[in-house]
């Protein structure tokens, strides 16, 4: 399970990037496309973590992955705010720093403190 979340959250990056610079673009079709796209990816997202977080359920490492379950939601709603606002054209830089910081924390505990990171124990 931890390869398709990291996938599905690979995608939702990628497609993070492609709306806004589809609504910079100006291009509305393609930008919407990728957002409806992006909310469908935050399911497989949340389908995927939700059953890593299930594996730690009894473990010694349920505080940390209850935090890392937190952040991942945050990711998320980061995620939404930024492509709501650049459609809505509303200043992002403040999520842009929430996501990047919140993606840093995620990445640190789920690689570094975790056992299920990229290769599971």
Avoid: C
């Avoid at 992006?38 to 940390?64: N, T, V």
């Avoid at 939601?73 to 459609?87: D, Q």
Wanted: glycine residues 10%.
């Amino acid at each position: 399970m931890p390869h398709l979340h990291i996938t599905s959250w690979v995608i939702a990056f990628v497609l993070i990037g492609l709306v806004t610079t589809f609504t910079r673009s100006g291009n509305e079709k393609a930008a919407k496309i990728s957002h409806m796209i992006l909310r469908a990816d935050y399911l497989l997202i949340l389908y995927s973590g939700g059953s890593l977080f299930a594996e730690y359920m009894g473990s010694s490492q349920l505080g940390l992955a209850v935090i890392k379950l937190l952040v991942g939601l945050w990711i998320i709603v980061a995620m939404e705010m930024v492509s709501v606002k650049y459609k809505k054209k509303k200043p992002v830089a403040a999520w842009w720093g929430q996501l990047l910081i919140a993606a840093i924390i995620a990445l640190v505990l789920g690689f570094g403190f975790l056992p299920l990171g990229l290769l599971p124990a």
